[in-house]
């Protein structure tokens, strides 16, 4: 039988095949939830909005940080990468 390294992230249970896809994956975890925590301090919202609104940021940080530097159409202009971010308009109801 045949050994298979694996990593698991543990923040949320994921298994990736290399330490570098678990790591920066654990990464962009770590930044969505900082980012949740600086919305929440600083705004009176819902806590699954404001996690949606940190994972959303986190997930699409490059572009952000493209944006942040002068190119702010970049955010309009790529589709959202993960499928499981929930809408605000959905998230209230």
């Known amino acids: 039988m045949a050994v298979i390294a694996v990593w698991k992230c543990d923040r949320d249970g994921s298994m990736f095949d290399n330490k570098k ?3 920066e994956h654990d990464k962009m975890l770590e930044l969505a939830a900082n980012i949740t925590t600086l919305i929440e301090q600083n705004v009176k919202i819902d806590e699954d909005i404001s996690e949606a609104i940190g994972l959303l ?3 699409r940080r490059d572009t952000l940080a493209k944006a942040c530097k ?3 159409e970049l955010l309009l202009t790529e589709e959202s990468e993960e499928e499981n971010v929930t809408p605000i308009a959905s998230a209230k109801s």
Do not use: H, I, R, V
């Open 57 to 59: 940021l986190a997930k």
């Open 21 to 23: 896809d678990a790591e």
């Open 70 to 72: 002068g190119k702010p």
